[in-house]
């Protein structure tokens, strides 16, 4: 591949070798002027891609803001931690407070508590 060759596969403007040698700056300054086009070229497409909905089929949350993200991913009040450990809290205060079959209790507290991933 000849000098120049890659250049001009991407649109570059490429100088001729019979070109006068005192043109040197001009060609200086086009060379400059296409990077500066090809970086604004970039920084567009960066853009798009970061403003762009990235559904959830791909690994986003198909929503551009934080209220409307927890909807689509199914995030409510009830099944975040805080309110699963209130839960588990408030059984285990039962059982404390209470006569009875203290296993069955606890494993239903450890059913649920594993129906959310989380291990004892």
């Known amino acids: 591949m000849a000098i120049g060759d890659a250049g001009a596969a991407k649109g570059l403007l490429i100088y001729p070798s019979t070109q006068a040698h005192s043109l040197g700056y001009q060609n200086d300054n086009q060379r400059a002027d296409d990077i500066a086009a090809e970086i604004d070229a970039r920084a567009a497409a960066d853009a798009a891609i970061v403003a762009a909905v990235r559904p959830i089929t791909t690994g986003g949350t198909g929503a551009t803001s934080a ?21 588990v809290q408030a059984n285990l205060n039962y059982l404390h407070t209470t006569a ?21």
Request: proline share 2%; glycine share 10%.
């Open 100 to 120: 009875g079959d203290h296993n069955a209790q606890l494993n239903a507290i450890f059913v649920a508590m594993a129906a959310h991933g989380w291990t004892v």
């Open 67 to 87: 209220a409307a993200a927890r909807t689509n991913l199914g995030i409510t009040a009830a099944n975040t931690p805080a309110t699963i450990l209130g839960n």
